[in-house]
């Protein structure tokens, strides 16, 4: 069975400029999960899906950030314009069902640099 | 709001010595816990979770954690240590949700 999806691997941009992050979670699995982890801390959530809703998206910085899951399966992540400050690993995981007890299922993310 | 505490950032074995990883927790209710591990360049990947019952969870690769609620903690556990071993773990609380919400991680080295 494929995992999660990711790319880019590595991403460098000026500050600014626009970058997409794109996911595809494994099959079948209706949650996706955004997560973004900076440097020596844990991954923090930014958005989780349910199908194609957005179900929270409190901790996602709407001025800058945008994400969609159009038909439910594959995502993007947005950033325009980036900030310095968000240089960190973008991580999507996503998972089978609702339940609180089911694993979620992390891909191997993408480093955005911003110079 | 739940929250995780590692309390050491960097932890250093020698291979086939036995290794306890910290995790302190706040959480109201019964808590969902788990433990992720994350090589370089690598996703995380669950080793083991605690949801219900018996308080000794049994994981991958020889790892064991056991959950203490007078204590609010969740240490994870291996009696010997495989060069392999090193990477970051981070432990997590989840909620009904499905958010979680992960510690700091504690890097752990290998020494041969």
């Known amino acids: 069975e494929a995992g999660v999806v990711q790319s880019p691997r590595y991403k460098i941009i000026e500050k600014k400029q626009p970058v997409a992050f794109w996911c595809n979670p494994i099959?079948?699995?209706?949650?996706l999960y955004w997560y973004r982890q900076n440097l020596g801390q844990g991954p923090e959530l930014l958005i989780r899906?349910?199908?194609?809703?957005?179900?929270?998206d409190s901790q996602l910085p709407k001025d800058r950030f945008s994400a969609e899951r159009l038909k439910g399966v594959d995502s993007t992540l947005k950033i325009q314009p980036a900030e310095l400050g968000d240089s960190a690993v973008y991580l999507c995981?996503?998972?089978?069902?609702?339940?609180?007890?089911?694993?979620?299922?992390f891909g191997p993310g993408t480093r955005l640099t911003v110079l | 709001a739940q929250s995780v505490t590692q309390p050491d950032i960097h932890i250093t074995v020698s291979e086939g010595a036995s290794l306890e990883l910290r995790c302190n927790y706040s959480?109201?209710?019964?808590?969902?816990l788990f433990w992720y591990v994350q090589s370089p360049g690598q996703g995380l990947q669950l080793l083991l979770k605690?949801?219900?019952?018996?308080?000794l969870v049994q994981g991958i690769k020889g790892f064991e954690a056991e959950f203490k609620r007078s204590q609010s903690s969740f240490n994870l556990r291996k009696p010997s240590v495989h060069w392999s071993d090193a990477a970051e773990y981070f432990c997590?609380?989840?909620?009904?949700?499905?958010?979680?919400?992960f510690g700091a991680g504690t890097i752990l080295r290998v020494k041969s």
């Open positions: 099959s079948g699995h209706n949650t």
């Open positions: 997590a609380v989840g909620d009904y949700g499905n958010k979680l919400v």
């Open positions: 995981a996503s998972r089978g069902s609702g339940v609180p007890t089911d694993t979620q299922y």
């Open positions: 605690y949801f219900s019952g018996d308080t």
């Open positions: 959480y109201g209710a019964t808590p969902y």
């Open positions: 899906y349910e199908n194609e809703e957005a179900v929270d």
